[in-house]
């Protein structure tokens, strides 16, 4: 008999920090090629943060984050940009401070 593990993912990862939330917010503004993956990814996190009581980043999720803050950083603010520059090494999880 085979054993199936089940795994809630909403458990799995962290809260986003106080910065990742801002640069979601900055995504969920920005525009996109139709039906591309960025544009998913963006909506759905934007989702994510504003219909999920408690909004939890994966690992994978967390650095798809940065990567496409740093690619989309044009369309963003100059206050989104030094999140950015900072990178997710000087974010602290929200759950953490």
Known sequence: MVSRIT?????VGEAPSESERRIIEALGRCSFLPASFDRRFARDMLWQLQNVAKPVLSPK???TLWKLA???RRQMSVEINRL???GPQA???AGTQ
């Open 7 to 11: 795994v809630n993912l909403a458990t």
């Open 61 to 63: 999720q967390r650095e």
């Open 70 to 72: 740093k690619k989309f």
């Open 84 to 86: 950015v520059e900072a």
């Open 91 to 93: 974010t602290a999880p």
